[in-house]
């Protein structure tokens, strides 16, 4: 069995949002923390795509920005291709690493500077990485990047603002893949674009996967998307990985409550005018997460076990879960 | 057009423009729908497709320097296009309420949520403020609020996301309205939380006997909430039908193509079907069918005549030259 | 690339950055607003005849082409005056058309330079403040602070007063106009360090930022390159509006008598000098020089309004 890609082991990213000083000195407020990722262990197999799954506050971008090192770690190991990425290693030593670890981002307008043309987004990365000099030279592989992406060479002239926001992504996947980079973290890439469009945007992803043998961490909201992407699935809630999955079993065979109840609530083509009675409850806030395992408030299966211990991912087929009551066999 | 009943809300060939420097925009372009009574009728359309700004036009409030230039829209049998300011604001609460996508900004930060219920609830209503708040404290518990009493004298930033939806909700029904207009109002909130959110509006909806123009651009709420839907782009409504058969046997290209590239978590498909192409700007239409430089089937008349809405079946209408043969099913569009 | 087709690829990149100016809203807003037109015309023609000067009219602080015979003479269309004269002359027989021009010059010097030196010290020390954040904010931004609380014009003076005292005589007379520039740069800074900070903790956070780190690009080169370039809009307009404030202070310290002297004098200088004849009748020498400072001050306020609401994209 092949090394994996990437190899992450208990990151852990706290964000400390406690009072100021003189208030805790003064009006003894303790300290609070943010645990944005409390201990996420996973590994990417070469050429293929791990996504995560979640609603906003769970930390899936938290834990990619962590993994290309625009975050710090609180905690954990980072083993790229055998490596280890170390955290405070100086920005050149770390270059030929971070070279090969890209990110595309949500927002296709925030993603290009709107004062660059189009030629030097594209083209910071190879000056960047000294791979190619020359002017000339520079300008051939702009050109060709924007034709793999679905552009002409042409529109290397042009002002991110006469672009509509797939190709704005398009350009941004082409600043990605400038790099040659070969890890491309995805961070919800067609949230922002409306439905026709994130079609053709996923399936450039995918054609790119297969021209370039590219490995893609996709983080998501849309668990449609996940499906049609993902070769493994991790699902996370409130900053903890609850279930991964390998293949179809997360839709075959769900078994963290959460992950039914993301399957269930999400509205489909397929059941036109249902009246589902969705679980009640809301995502609490990461600052004071429930104790034990953070779901059990909106758990239908929760018992004193679950509202105490935290669970720990444990082997299922094809992956693992993290739930009391699936290991107890209750569910 | 195709409703025997009358109609709740009846538009009738809307045309808006907006003249800029560059020119006159058309933005919505000879448009025609109806919603019937206690009827939810969903459109559909991506950015620029004109859904939001012929909710605007309905409620009076386009965005300057937008004007109606052509059409009639009719509520209850009575013409609401050409009213002046002080009458739209009678009937804008009254007789039709609005919910808008961001809950953050439909609410105001600096009052109470009791206050502002209270507030809306006596401009339209003869209550006494006692009774008022009694009004308002029953409509926070339909809507679902937890310990509404002891929460109503909170402010809207004490309220998560979800909830403050709720209110927004409250207070488009507070009134008795007949008609709602919900513009994207599960877009802003997490996954989990939008379909708590949509069956609160479809029972409410249904309790109060209220009708609701629901625009969102994502199908899937259409699929669960809506009756009909009217599927517009580039300004023009494409296709209008019950939710069912504009989502199994769309008759409209565009439709088509639309629901093949939905990906589907029941019935994965290796490759999502794509529409090349964009959606035209309004400033670069062209000539005959909107859709026709993205079509694969597009025919010379599709090129130099705007297609006509014909009838396909029982309250199914399509804009298309084609309408005659459904596009065929599993076709690469 | 070559020679020729380098001059040639020059000519072709101005004519499309000339074909973008005026293609731009920015150009269609400005051409729509009668008042900006006005006021960009009366400043051309100001910056204009300034710059002439020296063409139009004699040196009148050369004493060589003065003649005190033709001292205190009225203007021209009253009695007693002549068209040698056009607005009256002053008690050593200058012209006051021509002391108006080379004092407008020095006043649009002065606050020209002032405004680019508190500009670039601001823009630097904002862009470092909310870049780098922790103690170099905190140290630069209670700087600010502390300095805002000072009204411009004491600091001015404490600035200006502290240089004649170190300075020699002779040399703080030739250094005046930068002491002043210096002076007036000093207590403006503030306004575009914030404004700057303000924008550049925006910036930061934006997916452009991270993608450039993402690439290795060391740090002040993303200052410089990246952020840079989209916080200057606003500066812009802090600029033009700062320009008649820096016109005004100087006119104010000059007219205090601790500005520019008379042998180099600005427009608030003509002013205290005239003003010492307006009581005897001789309202001419105060009072031309006083509407041309309100001329100069107006048309570049009503410019950087205009600039404000144009590069505003709110009100688009």
Redesign the interface.
């Known amino acids: 069995m092949d090394a994996p890609l990437l190899k992450v082991t208990g990151l852990k990213r706290y964000f400390d949002v406690s009072p100021p000083w003189l208030n805790r000195v003064i009006e003894r407020k303790p300290r609070r923390l943010l645990k944005a990722v409390d201990g996420v262990s996973f590994a990417v197999a070469r050429g293929k795509t791990f996504s995560l799954v979640g ?2 506050g769970c930390g899936k971008s938290t834990v990619a920005k962590c993994i290309l090192g625009l975050h710090g770690m609180t905690e954990g190991v980072i083993t790229f291709d055998g490596v280890e990425v170390e955290d405070t290693a100086s920005r050149i030593a770390m270059l030929p690493i971070r070279r090969r670890l890209q990110m595309i981002f949500q927002d296709p307008y925030a993603s290009l500077n709107p004062r660059w043309k189009v030629r030097s987004i594209v083209a910071e990365p190879i000056r960047a990485f000294g791979q190619v000099q020359e002017r000339e030279a520079v300008l051939h592989q702009v050109g060709e990047l924007l034709r793999s992406v679905g552009l002409t060479p042409a529109d290397a002239e042009k002002y991110p603002h006469e672009f ?1 926001g ?2 704005r992504q398009r350009i941004s996947i082409a600043r990605a893949l400038a790099s040659r980079a070969d890890f491309i973290a995805c961070d919800e890439p067609t949230s922002a674009l ?7 945007i ?2 450039l992803m ?1 054609d790119l996967q297969e021209e370039f043998g590219l490995t893609y961490l996709l983080i998501s ?5 996940v ?2 992407m993902s070769d493994s699935i991790g699902v996370m809630y409130l900053g903890r990985l609850v279930e991964v999955r390998h293949g ?1 079993a997360l ?1 075959e065979d769900p078994r963290h409550p959460y992950t039914r ?3 269930n ?16 409850g ?2 609490p806030s990461p600052i004071d997460p429930p104790a034990g395992c953070h779901f059990h408030p909106r758990c239908p299966h929760a018992n004193q076990r679950c509202r105490e211990e935290t669970p720990e991912l444990l082997r299922v087929p094809a992956g693992a879960v993290a739930c009391h009551a699936a290991q107890e066999a209750r569910i | 057009m195709t409703e025997p009943r009358e109609a709740l809300l009846d538009i009738r060939n809307l045309r808006v423009e907006f003249p800029t ?1 560059r020119g006159t925009l058309c933005a919505i372009d000879d448009v025609s729908l109806t919603i019937g009574e206690g009827e939810i009728l969903g459109v559909v359309g ?2 620029g497709a004109g859904k939001s700004l012929t909710g605007s036009a309905v409620i009076g409030l386009l965005p300057e320097p937008g004007r109606i230039v052509q059409g009639e829209i009719h509520l209850s049998g009575r013409r609401i296009d050409g009213l002046s300011d002080e009458e739209m604001r009678r009937i804008r609460g009254k007789e039709i309420g609005a919910i808008f996508q961001d809950p953050l900004t439909s609410l105001n930060p600096l009052y109470s949520i009791a206050y502002q219920l209270v507030e809306t609830i006596r401009t339209h209503l003869d209550l006494t403020a006692k009774q008022a708040r009694k009004r308002a404290l029953d409509l926070l518990q339909e809507v679902g609020i937890p310990a509404a009493e002891e929460r109503m004298d909170g402010y809207p930033h004490e309220f ?1 996301g ?2 403050r939806q709720r209110v927004v909700i409250a207070l488009a029904l507070a009134a008795h309205p007949r008609l709602i207009i919900a513009d994207e109002p599960t877009t802003a909130l ?7 959110i ?2 609160v509006l ?1 029972r409410l909806c249904r309790e109060h006997h209220a009708s609701v123009m629901l625009i969102t ?5 259409i ?2 909430a809506a ?1 009909r839907v009217a599927v517009m782009y580039a300004g023009r409504i494409a296709e209008t039908g019950p ?2 058969e504009v ?1 199994r046997r769309a008759r409209h290209p565009y439709t088509y ?3 093949g ?9 290796e ?6 192409g ?2 035209p700007r309004l400033t670069e239409m062209p000539d005959g069918c909107a859709f026709h430089p993205r079509c694969p089937r597009a025919v010379d008349r599709c090129r130099a005549q705007r297609p006509p809405i014909e009838v396909v079946a029982a309250g199914h209408d399509v804009a298309c030259w084609l309408f005659e043969s459904a596009p065929k099913p599993g076709a690469r569009i | 690339m070559t020679g020729a087709g380098g001059v040639s690829a020059r000519r072709r990149t101005l004519r499309n950055m000339g074909r973008r100016l005026f293609d731009s809203d920015l150009w ?1 807003s400005f051409r729509a607003s009668p008042v900006a037109v006005s006021a960009a015309i009366v400043a051309v023609l100001i910056l204009a005849a300034v710059a002439c000067a020296p063409w139009l009219t004699q040196d009148p602080f050369d004493l060589t082409t003065v003649d005190i015979m033709d001292a205190s003479k009225p203007p021209a269309w009253a009695e007693g005056g002549s068209w040698q004269y056009p607005l009256g002359s002053d008690d050593q027989g200058r012209s006051v058309l021509s002391t108006i021009l080379y004092g407008t010059r020095i006043s649009m010097m002065v606050g020209v330079l002032s405004v680019l030196f508190a500009m670039v010290l601001g823009v630097t020390l904002g862009l470092i403040a909310g870049f780098a954040g922790g103690g170099l904010e905190i140290l630069i931004m209670r700087l600010a602070d502390i300095q805002l609380s000072f009204p411009a014009i004491l600091v001015a003076l404490l600035i200006d007063g502290i240089a004649r005292i170190v300075l020699p005589h002779d040399l703080h007379e030739a250094l005046t106009l930068y002491v002043l520039i210096f002076a007036i740069g000093i207590s403006s800074w503030v306004h575009y360090a914030r404004t700057v900070r303000a924008l550049t903790l925006v910036e930061r956070n934006k997916e452009y930022v991270q993608a450039a780190w993402l690439v290795g690009t060391p740090p002040t080169s993303i200052l410089v390159r990246h952020i840079l370039p989209n916080v200057l809009g606003p500066v812009l307009v802090l600029a033009t509006l700062g320009l008649a404030t820096a016109i005004i202070s100087e006119a104010t310290l000059s007219f205090l008598g601790v500005g520019l002297p008379p042998t180099q004098p600005s427009l608030g200088t003509l002013i205290r000098i005239g003003n010492e004849f307006l009581f005897s009748g001789q309202w001419w020498m105060t009072i031309f020089p006083g509407a041309a400072l309100i001329l100069v001050a107006l048309s570049v306020n009503l410019l950087g309004d205009w600039l404000r609401d144009a590069l505003n994209p709110k009100l688009r």
Do not use: C, W
Request: glycine fraction near 6%; aromatic fraction near 2%.
């Open positions: 609603e906003s509509s797939g190709q409306d439905v026709s469009v994130q079609a053709q996923l399936n995918k909201h849309n668990l449609a998307v499906r049609h179809e839709f109840l993301l399957l609530t999400i509205p489909s083509l397929e059941i036109i005018g249902q009246d589902r009675t969705p679980l009640a809301e995502v | 420097r991506e950015s998560s979800g909830m997490d996954v989990s939380i939008q379909a708590q949509i069956a479809k651009h994502d199908m899937g709420v699929a669960e009756d939710v069912e989502i193509g639309l629901m590239s939905i990906p589907q978590l029941k019935t994965p498909a490759r999502l079907s794509q529409i090349d964009a959606m | 269609y």
